[in-house]
């Protein structure tokens, strides 16, 4: 399903729940000036409240409040940006594929596209927001504290409307020094930290918000364990961006990567242990100071928006059952607490590759085409549905991976890029090439196309 722009930020406003019901913080916000080059794990210096101190999601509500801080767009560039969305990321090959039952015959190749795929409604709107940003400030220079999703070709449009990618220094600092007066900063889809927040709600520059608002769900989440003493066991990559932003938010929290992880914190939490040598696992994955003797006690899930959602699940009741085995069925819940996460978007495109899996085999699926950034997590996960099931299958990130010398470059689940012979038996004219194709939430459909239009060129070409 696709939206007009206007209808992805009405949609975003739903999602975001809660924030607009807070009451206003007790606290007078002070400005605070920090060094240009700073830290993302350092917090700066808080506002101060004789009463007390007020909690991040708090102060993040303020900052969102203040008049150079946006978060709906700008309506007066919006007809124009549609416009151009629409003329860069379409496809004529996937919309004929959809009103096609989602197959396609061309050239000798049959292609059964997945029911879900592509451009989430959260990227959409992130997109939107950002070219909305350019246009409706034109003259101020525009950066971006990140990527604003992880697709190559997103990226390069946005270095080629001059927006600058501020810099890391390393993988927990920024240079910020390119941040003047006046200029405007636009935060990616996945979020940013609340110190990047802090920092640049203290300077003089326009703030574009296009965080997700699933994600921020996440971050809301992450708030209540706090509130209710709970330590948050957070299920995804710690230096995913996204999760970098989510445990900015968090007072005790520990990151589990995946099931074998959180069965090592599920261990802890029965039997105790090496604590030395747990703590050197988890060193960069749990908040400063954790204590697992003490912080394990009372924990709550939450997870990186486009982890594989079967594993959080899974991880969930990994929880539930640690917890009841320690302290009782009766006592579990208040020792174990969960709240749905997982995004839809992530989950509808992770169930329809599972369908075109399950379905392999009747189809005669020679193999199947996962197309999206190498650093998309989502799309990541989506190879792991038919690699998992032995379904030959290939994840790369633009057309530019199919050879003409029948060679594909692709990323392997365990992350390593090789390149390979690609299609068996392409030079057989009678023999049909039968594949499904899918692509990340981060990617454009004209990606999908050029991609299948290089393999249709392939066999074309391999069999005259
Ligand atoms: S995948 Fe989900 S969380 Fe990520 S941008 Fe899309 S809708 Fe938002």
Redesign the pocket.
Known sequence: MRFTTASVLALAAL?ATGSHAFAPARYTQQRVRRPLSMSTAEAPADAIDAERKPTKKEKRLEYIKSPTFHRQGFKDVRESVERSMGEQFKSGLVDELKSNNYVIKKDGVTVHLAKDFG?????E??IALAYEAVEHFPGKKVHITNEL?HNPEVNDRLHDMNVNFIEKVDASTKDFSTVGDGDVVILP??GASFEEMTYLNSKNVEIVDTT????SK?WNTVDKHQREGLTSIIHGKYAHE?TVATVSFCEDYICVKDMKEAEMVADYILNGGDKEKFLKHFEKAVSKGFDPDTMLNKVGLANQ??MYKKETRAIGQLMQKTMMKKFGPVNAKDHYQEFDTI????QE?QDAIHDLVENADELNLDFILVVGGWDSS?TAHLLEIPQKKGVRSFHINKADCIGADNTITHRTMSGEIVTEKFIEDIENKDREVVMGVTS???TPDKAVQDSLSSIFLLKKMSSS
Do not use: H, K, M
Request: a neutral charge.
């Open positions: 999602v451009f989430c409604w959260g990227v709107r992130s999703i889809a996945f997700c608002p699933w994600v996440v996204e928006t486009t995004c839809d978007a992530t495109r989502n990340g939430a981060s």
